[in-house]
């Protein structure tokens, strides 16, 4: 069937308040051009991120019901723990209160100052997390990920020649190697099985741990499965087990792939970085067996959890994502492709080339998406990358200028993508209008979350 099939029934609703754009215009010069700083009420369809946004399932819900609110040792915990292990088979699970803790905790006890994470992609809280520990974020994708039309499926790899050469140039200058899957930063490609099984090989005869940001595994194992040779009668789950068997480690935001509002966790097969891990974990997150996290919570990912792998909900979401980036082509924007798995990136930087990247194209077209129709996306740019090189204390910027628009899991249906697609019509047809915006005030760290900034005039 052509029409996309939500595979649930909508039980509870919520209401969308409706403005003008006279008034989204008003909102956005109060809120210094920055969609961070819009209040969620002002509105229409966010796809600012899809972390901790997608709607929970009717199992969640009740699993929050018997949610073990116990300190130390909490059913909910053993609940969460049994799956966890029986998903990746890792030895140490170490539950976090999100994706970023997992990051900080991880990269604090391998310590990173002074030395090289690389990875096919860093996304933003963890190249900020190795910068503020005084490492270096270096980024190593194939080179077709810097090529938004390039159709190759497996853009979220990473460069195995030149890993090989840093592995045996440098090692002693690496902390670890990291690969993204799905690569957020590189418009959610996926990394294939192969990859993942070199990168692990070479890390491992080098002596160098490897590790997955596995946050996407599960949209990442689907993709494995349908583009993969020899991946398409295995199932996800068996899938997402080879992945992670292939790692010494993982972080993991339960916010994506967990399908939970909150949570995510740290995970290690080595006893005596464990140890480390769990001391700094008791420190600044909670008791090992929670980690800041609510005994319902634990519940709500152990159920997130089997149910991401489920194949009627995973060729749902691709499908959904698909739709939205071949509407978008037809409405004239390109995009990054082949469209990902939680997310569609428009290629701000050849859609307005008249914008050059230190007037911040992508942070223009959100704003323009904002304007026409109420949808707020998130730029990831030189405000989301540039800045000062700690490095080198030279002004960078980005790669790429995108446009990301991320869907919030089991939220919107088909009709809400088709009016999107009628504004990023709107959009396009203004094109010409759109002007660069400059930075008035920012941080040293993450600056576009709370970046003020203003319209250039000309």
Same mark, same amino acid.
């Given at each position: 069937?052509? !029409?996309?099939?939500?595979?649930?029934?909508?039980?509870?609703?919520?209401?969308?308040?409706?403005?003008?754009?006279?008034?989204?215009?008003?909102?956005?010069?109060?809120?210094?051009?920055?969609?961070?700083?819009?209040a969620a009420d002002d509105i229409l369809i966010d796809l600012l991120t899809d972390s901790g946004t997608g709607a929970m399932s009717a199992?969640?819900?009740?699993?929050?019901?018997? *949610?073990?609110?116990? =300190?130390?040792?909490?059913?909910?915990?053993?609940?969460?723990?049994?799956?966890?292990?029986?998903?990746t088979g890792f030895k140490h699970i170490i539950p976090t209160h999100q994706g970023r803790a997992a990051e900080r905790i991880l990269f604090s006890c391998l310590g990173v100052a002074g030395k090289m994470v690389i990875n096919n992609t860093h996304f933003d809280t963890t190249r900020a997390n190795v910068e503020a520990l005084g490492g270096r974020a270096v980024d190593i994708p194939v080179p077709e990920a810097r090529i938004p039309s390039d159709e190759s499926p497996f853009k979220g790899n990473i460069d195995l020649g030149e890993l090989e050469r840093l592995l045996t140039t440098a090692?002693?200058?690496?902390a670890c190697v990291m690969i993204t899957v799905t690569n957020n930063s590189g418009g959610g490609q996926p990394a294939s099985l192969e990859n993942l099984r070199a990168a692990s090989e070479l890390c491992h005869r080098a002596g160098i741990p490897f590790y997955l940001d596995a946050c996407r595994f599960a949209e990442n194992?689907?993709?494995?499965?349908?583009?993969?040779?020899?991946?398409?009668?295995?199932?996800?789950?068996?899938?997402?087990?080879?992945?992670?068997?292939?790692? /010494?480690?993982?972080?993991?935001?339960?916010?994506? /792939?967990?399908?939970?509002?909150? *949570?995510?966790?740290?995970?290690?097969?080595?006893?005596?970085?464990?140890?480390?891990?769990?001391?700094?974990?008791?420190?600044?997150?909670?008791?090992?067996?929670?980690?800041?996290l609510a005994g319902r919570d634990l519940e709500a990912i152990a159920v997130g959890l089997t149910e991401v792998v489920q194949e009627d909900y995973l060729r749902y979401r691709i499908a959904a994502t698909r739709y939205l980036g071949e509407g978008l082509m037809k409405a004239g924007m390109p995009i990054v492709r082949p469209p990902g798995g939680h997310a569609v990136y428009v290629d701000?930087?050849?859609?307005?080339?008249?914008?050059?990247?230190?007037?911040?194209?992508?942070?223009?077209?959100?704003?323009?998406?904002?304007?026409?129709? *109420?949808?707020?996306?998130?730029?990831?740019?030189?405000?989301?990358?540039?800045?000062? /090189?700690?490095? !080198?204390?030279?002004?960078?910027?980005?790669?790429?200028?995108?446009?990301?628009?991320?869907?919030?899991?089991?939220? =919107?249906?088909?009709?809400?993508?088709?009016y999107l697609l009628e504004v990023a019509a709107e959009v396009a047809a203004r094109r010409q209008e759109l002007r660069g915006l400059r930075i008035v005030e920012e941080s040293v760290h993450l600056r576009h979350f709370t970046a003020r900034l203003a319209p250039l005039v000309g």
């Open positions: 069937m052509k !029409t996309i099939f939500e595979p649930f029934r909508i039980k509870t609703v919520e209401p969308l308040r409706m403005t003008t754009r006279e008034e989204r215009i008003n909102l956005l010069e109060r809120a210094d051009w920055n969609l961070f700083r819009v199992e969640q819900w009740a699993a929050l019901n018997r *949610g073990d609110e116990s =300190y130390a040792g909490s059913r909910s915990w053993f609940r969460f723990e049994q799956r966890v292990h029986e998903l090692p002693e200058q690496i194992a689907w993709f494995i499965k349908m583009r993969e040779p020899g991946c398409g009668d295995r199932t996800v789950e068996s899938i997402a087990r080879e992945m992670f068997s292939l790692a /010494d480690g993982a972080t993991f935001s339960a916010k994506k /792939d967990g399908l939970a509002n909150i *949570g995510g966790f740290l995970a290690a097969h080595n006893d005596q970085l464990a140890r480390q891990e769990e001391e700094l974990l008791i420190l600044t997150e909670g008791f090992p067996t929670y980690g800041g701000a930087g050849t859609f307005l080339p008249h914008i050059p990247p230190r007037e911040l194209p992508a942070q223009a077209l959100a704003c323009a998406f904002y304007v026409e129709g *109420g949808v707020r996306g998130v730029e990831i740019g030189t405000l989301m990358f540039g800045g000062k /090189d700690p490095a !080198t204390g030279k002004e960078r910027v980005a790669p790429l200028e995108l446009l990301r628009l991320a869907i919030p899991r089991r939220v =919107y249906t088909q009709s809400h993508v088709d």
